[in-house]
């Protein structure tokens, strides 16, 4: 094999793992729960918003009462989302948020009224960690069974 | 020769040659009048069929190209493609990108699967579709070991959705709903009520275009030679064990690629079984197009698809109108499936004797000429 062969591949090697690492850059998904719930941390307290209405790529992602949970998704590590939030004179306020998203977390839960309150992100962000299934150790039913005309019965 | 032909010579050669598409174009017209679906409904199943299903046909003409018939070893590349998908889902990379990773990452999957296979084929030279075809189930056996007791075990598997409760091992379904139709949405153009994926026929069409300027190749021309004779092939200084590989992966990546453009636009695949049974449902498809053991073009895939398809659509639903029941209709299509592909092998077969039977009766006519020629001289 001639040098200029090799390094042709090696260009095309090289050109794939580049275009993976891209991929998992821009296309690591994190669906992100919005809550407009009261928090307290470090003996402060951030009250919910009367309410606000969360806009992600311009679509609606929830109109959140006091308590109220709403979620996106969203691709990539730079998140951008608009709110509109009413107090209780009915006055409106539209603001738009940027965020960097850590990539390790899959659901990340954002509490909107300590993230513009200017708390800090410990007491903004959280990981949402999905309600633990039960463990079992059976095998899942592949109905595979035997090509040869027999059931899916064990061999001792 | 052929200007000399009467009309009825001409009409019997063209049924001849073309046979199972003429009797398909007969069975969906009658199914189609049968299932009484509207003519948009059907023109959107169908397109999205051909979306779906294309691509994974498009794998097996480069085998037949190179003279290895049949390639039912494209299964190896399906699961290549699945594994990857596996991988990409747990990553949690979603839409385009993640079926961009998915690609790229069965890559060496297929290579390795392929570079097996196409070794495995020369050593059986001569039954290549029968050895694909058992290899097929030998390699769904280590899919299953390697899916089921591996993967959370040794390959790590961290996502709740993918990894089985009891800590490894896959679930049986595999959740692409965050990629779901990604592909097809992107530039979707909608006519008349039917959804175009303009963007999955791009890449369909860049793969035709692939198919085309490979035929041209040093490469392609080789494989082309070796299909005709292998012995005059190697005669002429063209290695053709390292070509009739070549021609398995890219068979093989091809068919990993058509595999995850087909499960992108499903949302979600069987884990276990999704690959069983798309090695004979694409070969079907491309034997009713026209297509035979030893000559397939493009056009056989198109034409194939859009037949075998509308089949699928319309039967049970003819089914149900006919009998009342639609799984009479779900036992049409299975049966008509399989007999297509009985039915063209039988036909290749008879061809390829009628052939040698031809060159024998015009030999020994040769001979005989020759011996008389000699007797007066």
Not at chain 2, 104 to 128: D, H, W, Y
Not at chain 2, 287 to 310: D, R, Y
Request: net charge positive; glycine share 12%.
């Amino acid at each position: 094999m001639n040098i200029r062969k090799l390094l042709i591949r090696l260009a095309v090697v090289v050109l794939c793992v580049a275009l993976g690492a891209t991929m998992m850059v821009i296309g690591r998904g994190h669906t992100i729960y919005f809550d407009n719930k009261k928090l307290e941390y470090n003996g402060q307290t951030y009250e919910p918003f009367h309410k606000v209405q969360v806009f992600v790529k311009g679509e609606s992602a929830g109109k959140l009462q006091p308590r109220d949970r709403g979620s996106a998704i969203w691709l990539g590590q730079n998140f951008h989302m608009d709110l509109l939030i009413t107090d209780e004179d009915g006055q409106e306020k539209f603001l738009g948020v940027d965020l960097k998203l850590p990539y390790s977390i899959d659901g990340i839960i954002i509490n909107l009224p300590a993230l513009l309150g200017g708390a800090g992100q410990d007491a903004w962000m959280d990981e949402f960690i999905p309600a633990p299934e039960p463990v079992t150790d059976d095998d899942p039913n592949l109905d595979i069974g035997d090509v040869f005309g027999g059931g899916t019965e064990t061999f001792e | 020769m052929s200007k000399n032909k009467t009309f009825g010579q001409k009409a019997q050669d063209l049924f001849r040659n073309n046979t199972v598409p003429i009797m398909f174009i007969i069975i969906c017209g009658v199914c189609i009048y049968l299932s009484g679906f509207s003519w948009g409904y059907l023109l959107n199943q169908v397109v999205t069929r051909m979306g779906r299903n294309i691509f994974l046909i498009l794998s097996l003409l480069i085998p037949i190209m190179a003279g290895m018939g049949l390639n039912f070893g494209m299964t190896l590349g399906a699961m290549a493609g699945e594994i990857a998908l596996i991988l990409v889902a747990d990553w949690q990379i979603w839409g385009i990108p993640g079926v961009v990773l998915a690609m790229l990452l069965s890559i060496p999957f297929s290579v390795l699967l392929g570079l097996m296979c196409g070794k495995l084929m020369n050593m059986a030279r001569g039954r290549e579709m029968i050895t694909g075809y058992v290899l097929n189930f030998f390699m769904t056996g280590f899919y299953q070991f390697v899916v089921l007791y591996m993967m959370g075990s040794v390959i790590p598997i961290k996502h709740s959705s993918i990894r089985l409760p009891r800590g490894f091992g896959v679930r049986t379904t595999t959740d692409l709903s965050n990629m779901r139709q990604c592909l097809d949405n992107q530039w979707a153009l909608t006519i008349g009520g039917v959804k175009i994926p303009l963007l999955t026929f791009a890449i369909i069409g860049l793969a035709c275009l692939f198919i085309v300027w490979f035929r041209k190749t040093k490469l392609g021309q080789d494989m082309r030679a070796v299909g005709q004779d292998m012995e005059v092939a190697r005669d002429a200084g063209i290695k053709v064990e390292r070509t009739r590989i070549i021609s398995i992966i890219i068979s093989t990546v091809f068919a990993g690629f058509g595999m995850i453009i087909y499960c992108q636009n499903l949302g979600n695949f069987p884990t276990y079984t999704a690959h069983a049974n798309i090695g004979m449902f694409c070969i079907a498809a491309l034997l009713v197009g026209g297509a035979s053991v030893e000559k397939a073009t493009i056009g056989n895939v198109f034409l194939g698809v859009i037949l075998f398809h509308t089949m699928f659509i319309v039967a049970p639903k003819a089914g149900q109108n006919l009998t009342a029941s639609p799984q009479i209709g779900e036992y049409f299509r299975v049966f008509v499936s399989y007999g297509v592909i009985t039915l063209a092998l039988i036909m290749y077969e008879a061809k390829k004797r009628r052939t040698k039977s031809g060159a024998g009766a015009l030999l020994a006519q040769a001979q005989k000429a020759q011996r008389e020629g000699g007797e007066t001289a």
